[in-house]
């Protein structure tokens, strides 16, 4: 593998509680220290959804300790890839980053039962991602 720096991901929703939280969370379990991890949002909630909490905890990712931020410009500038989760958030655009967008449900308000297959989706797309993160950085 090369000495290039890090791979940098930011995932973004509005308030940095459900969908962003998860996707970090099962970013960092699964590729460890191999790839930058942050996430944000426009109107950060004041803690992450208890659902998408215990949604992860069953699948093994504690995201318990994680807390909502502010998206800034300078965390979209830092980011390799800046992945917005299906809310139309008004992301600065700087040329060389590659943007997706994620439609996925909003859990904000769910249970564990309706959170769980939002959090399956996104595990889902997450080692769809690293495999195309691996793919890049061996190329």
């Not at 939280?21 to 930058?36: P, T």
């Not at 297959?117 to 890049?136: F, M, Q, S």
């Amino acid at each position: 593998m090369s000495s290039s720096p890090l791979t940098s991901v930011l995932f973004v929703c509005v308030h940095n509680a459900g969908r962003s939280q998860m996707a970090a969370g099962f970013l960092s379990h699964l590729a460890g220290d191999r790839i930058e991890v942050r996430s944000a949002g426009s109107i950060p909630a004041d803690q992450v959804n208890p659902s998408a909490v215990e949604a992860m905890k069953e699948a093994g990712v504690d995201i318990a300790d994680a807390e909502p931020k502010i998206l800034t410009t300078e965390a979209v500038q830092a980011s390799d890839y800046v992945i917005t989760m299906g809310c139309g958030d008004a992301c600065p655009i700087f040329p060389g980053k590659r943007y997706l967008d994620w439609a996925l449900e909003d859990p904000a308000g769910k249970g564990v039962e309706a959170v769980r297959p939002i959090r399956d989706e996104i595990k889902t797309r997450i080692e769809a991602l690293i495999a195309e993160i691996d793919a890049k950085q061996e190329a």
